[in-house]
């Protein structure tokens, strides 16, 4: 079993629609958990973080955790083309002092 | 202008060869990795290092090495020890607590 493990994918949502994106970890020492925005060809980048268990919102991203269950999601609302990319979720134990990823999920938002 | 800079942007090496990948940051940042990306797959930790003059393996460190002699600078070493060494590499920093990783662009290796 991975360490972390995303819904496989690829998704594709229609343009407008919410997309959902969930990843589970095995770790239950880790601490911090992120999403990752990572276009074809190019560097992720950190589009949201969560410490504490319930959601976090920002702009159309709500990010939720469950540490009970050891589950992060990613909730992306009013869907648009420019959302298309894959999304890569990381668990941080920070006594280990290094995160682990998951192989990400491939958002496709049609037009 | 602050951030993580990565050269070459693209890199072919002959097999047998060792390669090294630079990477420096100017973000006042304690922590460094190296990550390998292949097609379709997540980020695989090769090395880490939370300061100056230490660091640690990560989940595929074999065949690879690195230093950390200055706080900007976190060279990676693709030795001919690594058996499938072509890949998109990525290097990160973070400060101490880690709460987010800022990457720089990668450099895509290729090697025949």
């Known amino acids: 079993q991975k360490e972390v493990e995303q819904n496989s994918g690829p998704l594709s949502v229609p343009e407008g629609a919410i997309a959902s994106l969930n990843c589970t970890y095995s770790?239950?020492?880790?601490?911090?958990f992120f999403w990752y925005r990572q276009y074809s060809g190019k560097s992720p980048e950190l589009i949201m973080f969560?410490?504490?268990?319930g959601d976090k919102e920002d702009g159309r991203f709500t990010a939720q955790l469950n540490k009970a269950s050891q589950y992060v999601s990613l909730l992306i609302r009013d869907s648009q083309p420019s959302d298309s990319a894959t999304y890569l979720c990381?668990?941080?134990?920070?006594?280990?002092?290094?995160?682990?990823f998951g192989d990400g999920t491939t958002l496709t938002v049609k037009p | 202008d602050g951030g993580i800079t990565q050269s070459p942007k693209y890199l072919f090496r002959k097999e047998g060869q060792n390669v090294t990948l630079s990477c420096e940051q100017n973000?006042?940042?304690?922590?460094m990795y190296w990550y390998r990306q292949d097609p379709g797959q997540g980020l695989r930790l090769i090395y880490y290092?939370?300061?100056?003059?230490?660091?640690q393996k990560g989940d595929i460190a074999e065949g690879y090495s690195v230093s950390r002699e200055k706080k900007e600078s976190f060279p990676l070493t693709v030795t001919s020890a690594q058996k499938n060494p072509t890949a998109f590499y990525l290097c990160?920093?973070?400060?101490?607590?880690?709460?987010?990783?800022?990457f720089g662009p990668g450099t895509r290796l290729t090697v025949t």
């Open positions: 990160a920093s973070s400060d101490r607590g880690g709460h987010e990783q800022y």
């Open positions: 770790d239950r020492g880790s601490q911090s």
């Open positions: 969560i410490y504490s268990n």
């Open positions: 990381a668990v941080r134990n920070t006594n280990a002092g290094k995160s682990t």
């Open positions: 973000l006042n940042h304690d922590a």
């Open positions: 290092s939370q300061i100056v003059n230490d660091f």
